[in-house]
């Protein structure tokens, strides 16, 4: 057994602050305001929210324990290389500006699902993608709970099954109450506990490897610093080409994401909407880049001590390497280990909270309202609060799952989540880009992409023949101390030794000759890293096809106010007159005209449903042209917004 310093009671008080402060923003919001009783203040905060906090909130939704113990573990095993998907996040975020902000916004939208709907008039698509965001949400709430999870059970004697409860229950606690405003609040509270967590790591661990230049010239030698590789091969885990251009494909999907679609809601104009999405890409880049710099700095510590806690069995999961190095380096100050549990909380609250809060939008737009049109605002609004400790008691199912699976949990994430990301994005880009789309069509190319990409997922996650990727020189185990009793051994692990102890790890090391997969590891061996690009190209051809061979005599022409026109947003240096031609008749040049008039229409009929206690959108089809709806051409559509908050 190896000693390690323990968590004392400083740490519990640090981090217990963190907790108890997260609750008591949920408890000021239930009393504040409108004290959330209804479903506009408590899912979308009367669309009155600011851009600095939201842009926060946004971050944080997708900054969970993965990045805070999966991507140090990721730079520990395998490299810095990873960094090239930050920027694919940041690329993503930017095309989601020219997609989702023009598309999205002007609609006024609580549900992201709500758009099938509106598009293809079929509830059938909404429910199909409803359902899809359900899994992915539950899912990513269940590998969110695994981390803390792990981590405590790295430096207390608290058991998984406790961790897992103590954080899902807070989580629950506060969005329950608190509605979005709570969950936007503690999100920034818990942003400032994430950042003063990994930069007390990089300071004090850079010290204790002996440096800035000992970490760079020991990260260098043992060639983690190497991240330009352009191999084509799609079979390689990472490459410059799975990294960035895989993942900004993937990152598309963020601005279709409910925890997106709530915050560009939750502002009063257009132009704030976008100024949320163009500054959460630098800031996505230059958060997520951190955690990777400590699995640098972690290597460089246990270089210079010559002791790897993984090899020599001190850990059993690379996943748990930042929790007990900080152990180590903060052995002297009391309170920094429980700095660095909360903001591994924190950052897992946070996107526990918006993921709740997102399901929570979705009962009550797209299950609640759909079978009980007539029902008052008050009951949705509970319904809503109720639905999150439904939605959070199986994320904590889901994460007793996840447990049993192996590898870096940022590789958890990516495989097993993409599958959802990609066929999502998939259905949405067939929707938002090709006139032909319709309701067997979508479907077809959605249902397709889901069961081929997660088949894929999970032979890549289960897959008893399938190798994986070596580790990279791990540190020398020289100098470990081993305790019998009281007294303390210094010993020298063996190669071979080491071999056997890495079989516990969670991610196995393999032999580093040629290796050729056979069977269906041939397939499985596909970087993870493409499975959403993979669902993408799978939805659109196989939608396209099914349009040509079952939608084909319709004659249904879309209503342009829930497309937009592909050359216009790509190709915009193409002649006009050549735009207009390859739209087919499609009346583009006339889509923001028939949105102002739709904006005034869901005006008007929001305060209806307000009067008389109905869902008023249901009295006139979204696809009418509202020809008889007055327009007041000065008046712009983020005053008919304003109005509407």
């Known amino acids: 057994m190896y000693s390690h310093p323990g968590f004392g009671v400083a740490d519990y008080c640090v981090f217990g602050a963190s907790v108890i402060i997260s609750l008591g923003i949920g408890i000021f919001y239930a009393f504040s305001g409108g004290r959330q009783r209804t479903a506009a203040e408590y899912l979308v905060g009367n669309r009155q929210m600011k851009i600095l906090p939201l842009t926060l909130s946004l971050m944080v939704s997708f900054e969970s324990s993965i990045m805070m113990l999966g991507f140090p573990a990721e730079t520990y095993v395998y490299g810095l290389q990873y960094i090239w998907y930050n920027v694919g996040v940041m690329a993503g975020l930017f095309i989601g500006v020219f997609i989702v902000i023009p598309l999205i916004y002007?609609?006024?939208?609580?549900?992201?699902?709500?758009?099938?709907?509106?598009?293809?008039?079929?509830?059938?698509?909404?429910i199909f993608a409803m359902i899809q965001g359900t899994l992915f949400y539950i899912f990513y709430m269940g590998i969110v709970l695994f981390g803390p999870a792990i981590a405590l059970e790295s430096v207390t004697d608290l058991p998984y099954w406790a961790?897992?409860?103590?954080?899902?229950?807070?989580?629950?606690?506060?969005?329950?109450?608190?509605?979005?405003?709570?969950?936007?609040?503690?999100d920034v509270f818990q942003t400032v506990v994430m950042m003063t967590g990994i930069a007390a790591i990089l300071i004090q661990g850079t010290i204790s490897a002996g440096g800035i230049g000992s970490v760079f010239n020991i990260n260098k030698a043992t060639k983690r610093l190497d991240i330009i590789d352009f191999n084509p091969n799609p079979f390689v885990r990472h490459t410059f080409w799975t990294l960035f251009i895989g993942n900004s494909i993937k990152a598309i999907s963020l601005g279709f994401n409910q925890s997106s679609i709530q915050r560009i809601s939750s502002t009063s104009t257009k132009s704030r909407a976008r100024k949320i999405f163009l500054i959460a890409g630098p800031a996505f880049c230059i958060t997520l880049s951190l955690p990777l710099l400590e699995g640098l700095v972690a290597y460089a510590y246990y270089y210079k001590k010559r002791c790897d806690p993984l090899t020599s069995g001190q850990i059993k999961n690379p996943n748990q390497i930042i929790p007990y190095m900080v152990l180590e380096i903060f052995e002297n100050l009391p309170g920094m280990p429980g700095l660095f549990i909360a903001s591994l909380f924190s950052a897992s609250l946070s996107t526990l909270s918006s993921g709740l809060s997102s399901l929570s939008a979705m009962t009550a737009e797209d299950i609640v309202k759909q079978i009980f049109p007539s029902i008052p605002d008050s009951r949705v609004t509970i319904l809503s609060k109720l639905s999150v400790f439904l939605n959070g008691s199986l994320a904590i199912a889901v994460s007793f799952m996840i447990a049993e699976i192996k590898g870096p949990v940022s590789?958890?994430?990516?495989?097993?989540?993409?599958?959802?990301?990609?066929?999502?994005?998939?259905?949405f880009l067939f929707a938002v880009f090709v006139p032909w789309s319709t309701t067997k069509s979508t479907l077809c190319g959605g249902i397709a992409s889901i069961v081929v990409t997660f088949w894929i997922s999970m032979g890549q996650n289960f897959s008893k023949t399938l190798r994986r990727q070596p580790w990279l020189e791990m540190p020398p185990n020289d100098n470990c101390v081993h305790m019998i009793g009281n007294n303390s051994v210094l010993f020298n692990i063996s190669t071979s030794t080491q071999s056997l102890l890495s079989d516990v790890s969670s991610v196995a090391t393999i032999p580093t000759e040629e290796y050729t997969p056979e069977g269906l590891d041939k397939i499985y061996a596909i970087s993870y890293m493409w499975l959403a690009a993979i669902a993408i190209v799978i939805c659109l051809a196989v939608g396209l096809l099914s349009a040509l061979i079952l939608d084909n005599s319709n004659g249904h022409k879309p209503d342009v106010r829930f497309m937009l026109p592909f050359f216009d947003v790509f190709m915009s240096f193409l002649p006009k007159s050549l735009r207009q031609k390859l739209y087919a008749g499609l009346p583009f040049d006339k889509r923001e005209e028939l949105l102002k008039n739709y904006t005034q229409q869901h005006f008007v009929f929001t305060n209806m449903e307000k009067d008389i206690g109905t869902n008023g959108k249901d009295y006139l089809s979204p696809l009418t042209t509202n020809a008889d709806v007055t327009s007041d051409e000065d008046m712009q559509s983020e005053v008919f917004f304003q109005e509407k908050a």
């Open 106 to 126: 002007p609609l006024k939208l609580t549900s992201v699902y709500e758009y099938m709907e509106l598009r293809f008039q079929s509830k059938w698509v909404r």
């Open 411 to 427: 590789q958890i994430s990516s495989t097993i989540l993409g599958c959802f990301n990609g066929s999502l994005s998939g259905m």
């Open 163 to 186: 961790s897992v409860s103590a954080v899902a229950l807070a989580a629950m606690l506060y969005t329950s109450i608190g509605g979005i405003k709570a969950v936007i609040w503690t």
